[in-house]
């Protein structure tokens, strides 16, 4: 889905770059461009943001669970 219009940055490409180590909306502007020109993608960014950091999130506890259950 195509999150900030003006630029053509879609929600793939948001959770690229956080799997590339990007974590605030800051750093989606300056790398991505995105909420740069009306605004109007900033909530819709953040959120696809905030979900595939907390996803992310539970992803490594679930790999760091696991290689301490099998160490």
């Known amino acids: ?3 900030c219009v003006c ?3 879609s929600d ?3 959770r690229q770059a956080v799997d ?3 974590s605030t909306m800051a750093e989606l502007r300056r790398n991505l461009g995105v ?3 009306c605004g109007k993608c900033h909530t819709c960014a ?3 943001l905030k979900d ?3 996803a ?5 506890e679930t790999v760091i669970s696991r290689a301490v259950l099998t160490t």
């Open 1 to 3: 889905m195509i999150v």
């Open 12 to 14: 793939r490409e948001i």
């Open 20 to 22: 590339l180590g990007l």
């Open 35 to 37: 909420a740069t020109c």
């Open 52 to 54: 595939h950091l907390d």
């Open 46 to 48: 953040r959120e696809v």
């Open 56 to 60: 992310t999130a539970v992803l490594r």
């Open 7 to 9: 630029n053509n940055i």
